[in-house]
């Protein structure tokens, strides 16, 4: 009787039980007044309107959730210096790099024993420069790979080029642009804020405000541009605010950062 | 985007979408809170405390877990810490209860029925108030308890009998 009273309140009854709990109840009128009383009781347990938590628990998660993806991206960006690391050794181009570094720094040492007038400091600017080419070449090859984790790893390699040329800015742009994986994209975003100082990262940021459609990628491009504080960007964030397809945590994000770079 | 597909990018890391979660979930916790008297600046703590849970512990979810059981799971296990953090004994707290109720609803009927629920064991008032008030099925409410749908019923039955009683003395 309990199992069928209680199935009847969530209305879950089949043709056969509610047969077995009708035949019960109009054998025993005592029950039968019983079950009225509670059905009537049960409905009358209305339920109160809800309220609406205040501000303060908005404001709260919205911290907290920050601070949880700060220590993530500290967590991912190690796990991908350590893959890295391991994929430096291991990649044929770079062992290729390797082999030139050391040709060239045996042709230094050479040089250098051989021509005690040679300018030491400038050869080995040259020799970091060559380096530094040789890391551009590998990630620009790399950024073309089918694979998604390893055009990540390309665009990681931009932490270590420290004064990129054109042809690896244009390249991350056009990752950000157009890659058909959203966490390279965020990647290409998030190396091309590295670059903050050169204009044309920063147009290329502004600029993708509006063509992205992830909520995620358009969250994490806000931040970069918040924090690089060109107010250029504020007009872009104010048509996200305007749009009626922008989601609800973007707009959030986008209002605070307009608030931030309106200051 | 189900809730579930949604638990699992945070759980594979895209954090981003626990806000999703949080716009779907924050009322309900809130009062699901206030409903078992809890007062608002407490209910607000405790349904963060919810969040900071699922986003910590996101590793924790599994396919197949119904992510509003989970949820769910999570917000009683808090309730009954902060129970057993501010007082061994949960009748204790009855007297903070019905002021804070007071202070939340003004439904004379809906606080006579609580006041009456709150007489009762707890696994009845449990029962009753995830049924009612939540809206939770049987089947959602025995995997939060982790009891059988059998012995959801047969508390649901036993529980509105006695409340009943409860109700009629206090009128």
């Known amino acids: 009787m309990e ?3 209680a199935d009847y309140l969530e209305d879950k009854l089949n043709a056969k039980q509610r047969q077995e709990l009708e035949t019960l109840l109009s054998d025993d009128e005592a029950l039968r007044d019983e079950f009225e009383d509670l059905k009537a009781f049960y409905a009358d347990m209305n339920k109160p309107a809800e309220l609406d938590p205040t501000a303060t628990l908005d404001l709260g998660f919205y911290m907290m959730l920050e601070k949880e993806k700060g220590a993530e991206q500290k967590k991912r960006k190690k796990e991908q210096k350590g893959a890295m690391r391991v994929s430096w050794i291991n990649s044929p181009i770079l062992k290729y790099a390797a082999g030139i570094v050391l040709l060239l720094g045996i042709f230094w040492i050479g040089r250098k024993t051989s021509d005690k007038d040679l300018n030491d400091l400038s050869e080995i600017a040259k020799i970091k420069n060559d380096v530094e080419e040789t890391k551009q070449l590998v990630m620009l090859s790399m950024l073309k790979r089918e694979s998604a984790s390893e055009r990540i790893q390309a665009v990681n390699y931009c932490y270590d080029i420290n004064k990129p040329d054109d042809e690896v800015l244009k390249a991350l742009i056009k990752t950000l642009n157009t890659d058909e994986n959203i966490n390279v994209r965020t990647s290409a975003a998030e190396a091309l804020s590295h670059f903050g100082d050169e204009k044309i990262a920063r147009d290329a ?3 993708t405000l509006l063509t992205q ?3 995620t990628l358009q969250i994490t491009v806000i931040d970069i541009l918040a924090n690089l504080g060109d107010k250029r960007a504020v007009k872009p964030m104010q048509k996200l605010l305007q749009n009626t397809d922008t989601e609800e945590v973007v707009k959030r994000k986008a209002m605070e950062s307009v608030k931030v770079l309106s200051l | 985007m189900t809730d579930e597909a ?6 594979s890391g895209d954090l981003d979408k626990a806000a999703i979660l949080y ?3 924050k009322r309900p916790l809130y009062n699901f809170y206030l409903r078992f008297g809890v007062e608002r600046d407490s209910s607000q703590d405790l349904t963060q405390q919810v969040f900071y849970r699922i986003i910590h512990y996101r590793n924790s979810f599994r396919d197949g877990y119904e992510f509003r059981t989970w949820i769910y799971r999570i917000a009683r296990n808090i309730y009954h810490d902060f129970l057993k953090e501010h007082s061994h004994n949960h009748k204790d707290l009855h007297e903070n209860i019905e002021v804070a109720e007071e202070e939340n609803y003004d439904d004379e009927q809906y606080l006579l029925i609580q006041k009456a629920l709150k007489k009762l064991p707890q696994e009845y008032q449990e029962v009753l108030t995830m049924s009612r008030y939540d809206e939770l099925k049987y089947e959602e409410i025995a995997d939060i308890l982790n009891i059988s749908v059998s012995l ?3 508390r649901v039955h036993r529980g509105l009998k006695q409340l009943k009683e409860e109700y009629l003395k206090l009128n």
């Open chain 1, 205 to 207: 940021l502004i600029q």
């Open chain 1, 3 to 5: 199992q069928l009273f």
């Open chain 2, 23 to 25: 716009e779907r979930y």
């Open chain 2, 6 to 11: 949604a638990m699992q990018l945070v759980a």
């Open chain 2, 152 to 154: 959801v019923k047969v």
């Open chain 1, 213 to 215: 459609k992830e909520p």
